[in-house]
């Protein structure tokens, strides 16, 4: 034996030419490599989960159903006719300006600025 494996064993598998085409448009697509596109395919097929999301992937996604919990409510408020925009002109808008403001926070939070 030539040497060691370290991790994963090396496989090999000959597609024909529009197989080949295909994983690597669907792959480029959801830019991961060849490999871990083929991978992930046998994986689903065997029934094996995915990781766990981690702690801040939770978080993100809390936080996005909030802000998508924010559209909606101001959305109703708008369309309801239960506000009155002569005493309150602007309570839609300010809604919507605090959701605007939570996405930019959230975007940070993720580009990790």
């Known amino acids: 034996m030539k040497g060691k494996t370290h991790g994963n064993a090396p496989f090999?598998?000959?597609m024909p030419a529009e197989l080949r085409t295909h994983v690597k448009?669907?792959?480029g697509a959801r830019k991961?490599?060849?490999a871990a596109y083929i991978c992930a395919l046998i994986e689903a097929d065997m029934g094996k989960r995915s990781r766990r999301p981690s702690r801040q992937h939770v978080m993100w996604r809390q936080e996005l159903a909030k802000i998508h919990a924010?559209?909606?409510y101001c959305g109703k408020q708008a369309s309801s006719g239960q506000v009155d925009y002569r005493r309150q002109p602007n309570?839609?808008?300010d809604g919507l300006l605090d959701v605007v403001k939570a996405i930019l926070r959230l975007?940070?939070?993720v580009r990790g600025k």
Do not use: L, N, Q, Y
Request: aromatic share 0%.
């Open 91 to 93: 309570v839609v808008t």
């Open 107 to 109: 975007e940070d939070e």
């Open 25 to 27: 448009g669907m792959a």
């Open 70 to 72: 924010a559209i909606i």
């Open 32 to 34: 991961v490599s060849e």
């Open 12 to 14: 090999s598998i000959r």
